[in-house]
């Protein structure tokens, strides 16, 4: 069988899932299967397909009609400037979560050697994003699971910022070394009774931990603006991702804790995604 008549079966059987991208999806999962890129695939269609490849593509493609995400099956990502791997374990990164990286790099466009956190690292898109365009910067970042941690010193090595982080197994109550000129997060903002409508792509494979914020949506940002009240120094910046309705109680909630509201930024569709705040 070629590669053209496999990816035409395959798009059938996506349609009938009412998959959203069938041709691209069985384009980036035959690469997958045959071990090259998508270039090669578009230009070869006529070329032979082994047949134990078949069977992986068909296996590939199965899963994908079941909704499990693109990044899951490839176990890679493009975020930012970069291809980064993931896991069943960590979220996968988002555009919107682009506008953290914008944030931090126009803020600290003339400021050398920053010291910063993340807090909730996953994969380490945000973090290791910023490293990456600033050699002068270094981090810190915690996470509850052990597997994101693992994920995020692969994609450490591979962009080649190992050298300038350390990651610590820890929920934010517990964390408590040293003091930052900058705290990013992106914490989990969904109210609980709310997952039940999000696509099944995301609610049937990606970590829940990594979605749910508690009966308002604001229970791990409430940890998150806390304890960073306490780890940022003066004048320090607290970025953080929010959902496009939380834009007043994340407000208040900052402003009791000490900090000033420099600005909300508004995500590709306009609405609020990003809050950028600083300690006084």
């Known amino acids: ?20 991208t069938p041709l691209l999806d069985c384009e980036l999962l035959i690469s997958k299967a045959i071990k090259k890129n998508r270039e090669y695939v578009i230009l070869n269609l006529d070329k032979e397909i082994k047949k ?18 693109i990044a ?45 956190l993340e807090i909730g690292v996953g994969s380490g898109c945000i973090m290791l994003s910023i490293l990456k365009e600033r050699k002068d910067f270094y981090a810190k970042g915690i996470d509850i699971c052990h597997h994101s941690l693992k994920i995020c010193k692969i994609n450490a ?10 990651l610590f197994k820890s929920d934010i109550d517990n964390f408590d070394k040293g003091k930052y000129d900058l705290i990013i997060s992106n914490p989990p903002y969904i109210k609980k009774l709310d997952l039940r409508y999000l ?9 829940k931990a990594a979605l749910d914020g508690g009966l308002d949506g604001m229970s791990e940002i409430r940890k998150v603006v806390n304890k ?50 600083t300690k006084k």
């Open 1 to 20: 069988m070629d590669i053209r008549t496999a990816i035409k079966d395959a798009f059938h059987n996506l349609i009938i899932n009412k998959i959203k």
């Open 52 to 69: 134990n490849e078949y069977s992986y593509f068909q296996e590939l493609i199965n899963q994908r009609s079941k909704g499990k995400p």
């Open 72 to 116: 899951y099956l490839t176990g890679k990502k493009y975020f930012w400037k970069n291809e980064f791997n993931v896991s069943k374990d960590v979220l996968i990164p988002r555009p919107d979560t682009e506008l953290i990286i914008e944030q931090v790099l126009n803020n600290y466009k003339y400021k050398n050697k920053i010291n910063f």
């Open 157 to 166: 090595h591979k962009l080649g910022v190992s050298n300038r982080i350390k």
């Open 199 to 207: 696509d099944k792509d995301v609610i049937n494979f990606e970590p």
């Open 228 to 277: 960073s009240s306490e780890l940022i120094k003066r004048n320090g910046k607290l970025v953080l991702e929010i959902a496009f309705n939380q834009r007043e109680m994340v407000r208040q909630l900052l402003l009791k804790k000490g900090f000033y509201i420099n600005k909300v930024i508004k995500d590709l569709a306009k609405k609020d995604r990003c809050i950028v705040s």
